[in-house]
């Protein structure tokens, strides 16, 4: 041979018979190469067809849900029945919650679902007012009647209390007895409230008494001091302070620790701005005298001074006479019938009476007594001592130290001195209105505060933080069923594929020899043909190719030559 060309044939290349002409079967399908599968592969391939499916829908339905809120909470059954059977009606999904207590909805149709619900009369409540007076029955007695009037008398204080902020929920009974024709017989109705309060919510006592006063308003002839009211914790809030027991109640608790508070704020505000934000310390203790007393106190003052002027309350004045005509005595004759000439002495009273009487010869007896009652000066004082007053009052501040800064930026600390102490001392003392008579005492001290450095939040791991965990839980589900489909897909379904694709065509280098000296154009460019692994004319080519080259060599040449 002159020259030898040396090209590859590929090992699927279809055989060439009969002087060039080349004969080929059909390849077969993909779905019957999926058929011609064994039992195991095909299924292990439906299987992880039908897992991918429904992890697909899974994840759908799961970003498609989104959040549940709270629809309701604390309903009644009769009104968490009514709710649900309306959720099923508007085809809204739901969940329950805390055990029933709670219905939960997807978080976007939270309002649209209220609103509607809310047009339909949902939920009612449990409490039913005067509406039980709208139902009723033919032929009911006078005792249902009655009942059903004071159920829904019952029904509409309770909304009336409920609406309060501070109050959660309440009860009222109501005692209203049978009046009869006889007045002195007939009793008087009471009430009793039981109310449950916010956590954290008091009643002041303005409050309580107009809860006492609304009660008493809507029953007739109801006296407010029938009216009792408690709270959850089965406290009376309507006793009278004269009636509470030895001890403070939550009223005057509440007050003492408002005094107690505002004389601290007083403090801080004052001493702050001279000693800096976070610098002080201070509080306060009051002790207040709720105690109630009264005095009453009579003086009685004489009439003092000539020239006091008095009042006469009575005078009594006795005055008697006993005795005998003049008789004649002496001498008769002219000079003894003349009367006697009367004394010039200065007598007063009942003896120149006598004298007068003496005189003139006779025996007479007269008395006189006078009696006269002054009023004497009284004065009366009745004192009633304030409630709430301040005993005494207690002081104490903390002062820290006077904080540098040099100019490398070091801090140093260095306690005040006396003279700033007393200063600080004299401010708290007009601060609180400092009285040594009542016995106050006012303490301050400087030291220095210890400051705790609070943590790096670099040190708070990753993992640990609320954002992060959020997302963790957020991705859960659809991680988890995304990590599912891959191990499906990559354990399943793609060993079966593979085991249903075509084998790749093995290249074998195959030297042809051609006489003619010009080389093949483009030999080494040829593109490598497939055929069916499995034919034997495939193999009768090969066997061609390998005992006569210098043919195979032809017949190429002309497939390339060739127009």
Excluded: C
């Excluded at 406290?235 to 601290?264: C, F, H, M």
């Amino acid at each position: 041979m002159d020259n030898a060309l040396v090209t590859q044939m590929p090992a699927g290349s279809p055989a060439l018979m009969n002087g060039g002409s080349a004969a080929g079967a059909p390849a077969d399908g993909f779905v019957q190469r999926l058929a011609a599968l064994p039992a195991p592969r095909k299924w292990m391939l439906g299987l992880g067809l039908a897992a991918i499916v429904g992890i697909a829908a899974m994840l759908l339905t799961t970003g498609q849900r989104g959040d549940y809120k709270v629809l309701y909470a604390g309903l009644s059954d009769k009104d968490g029945g009514a709710i649900l059977a309306q959720l099923s009606t508007m085809n809204v999904p739901y969940k329950h919650a805390d055990g029933g207590a709670a219905i939960l909805v997807p978080a976007d149709k939270v309002h649209d679902v209220r609103l509607k619900l809310a047009s339909q009369g949902l939920p009612k409540g449990s409490v039913a007012g005067f509406e039980l007076m709208d139902n009723a029955k033919f032929g009911q007695t006078q005792f249902q009647e009655r009942l059903t009037f004071q159920r829904g008398l019952e029904g509409e204080l309770v909304r009336s209390i409920s609406s309060l902020a501070a109050v959660q929920s309440a009860r009222v009974h109501l005692a209203l007895p049978n009046q009869n024709g006889f007045f002195r017989e007939q009793q008087k109705p009471s009430a009793s409230v039981l109310l449950t309060l916010h956590p954290g919510r008091t009643l002041e006592r303005a409050q309580v008494a107009g809860i006492v006063h609304l009660v008493s308003s809507s029953v007739p002839e109801m006296n407010p001091k029938s009216v009792s009211v408690l709270d959850q914790s089965g406290a009376l809030l309507s006793g009278s302070p004269e009636n509470a027991a030895d001890g403070l109640n939550a009223q005057q608790l509440q007050y003492v620790a408002q005094i107690e508070r505002n004389y601290t704020q007083r403090v801080v505000d004052l001493l702050e701005p001279v000693l800096g934000r976070d610098n002080l310390r201070a509080q306060v203790t009051a002790e207040v005298d709720f105690s109630q007393t009264e005095a009453t106190t009579e003086d009685y003052a004489p009439n003092q001074g000539p020239n006091a002027k008095t009042t006469v309350r009575s005078q009594q004045m006795v005055e008697s006479s006993n005795g005998a005509g003049a008789q004649p005595a002496g001498v008769p004759g002219a000079t003894s019938n003349q009367p006697p000439v009367p004394a010039t002495a200065p007598i007063n009273g009942s003896a120149q009476q006598m004298q007068a009487a003496n005189a003139g010869g006779g025996s007479s007896q007269s008395k006189r007594e006078s009696t006269v009652n002054y009023e004497v000066d009284k004065t009366v004082r009745v004192t009633r001592a304030a409630t709430g007053t301040v005993k005494r009052l207690n002081a104490a501040v903390v002062v820290n130290h006077r904080s540098t800064t040099d100019a490398k930026g070091k801090v140093t600390t260095q306690p005040l001195s006396t003279e700033e102490l007393d200063k600080l001392t004299s401010l708290v003392k007009e601060t609180i209105g400092f009285s040594a008579d009542r016995g106050d005492s006012v303490k301050l001290v400087n030291a220095p505060f210890k400051v705790v450095k609070p943590e790096a939040e670099a040190d708070v791991p990753l993992w640990k933080q609320p954002e992060v965990q959020d997302l963790l839980r957020t991705l859960a589900v659809p991680g988890a069923l995304t990590l599912l489909a891959l191990l499906v897909i990559f354990g399943a379904v793609r060993p079966a594929l593979k085991a249903a694709q075509k084998a790749k065509p093995e290249v074998t280098p195959v030297t042809a020899v051609v006489d003619d000296p010009l080389a093949l154009p483009g030999a080494a460019a040829l593109p490598a043909l497939e055929a069916p692994a499995t034919d034997r004319r495939l193999e009768q080519a090969r066997v061609l190719a390998k005992d006569n080259p210098a043919a195979v060599a032809n017949i190429v040449r002309t497939w390339v030559t060739k127009d």
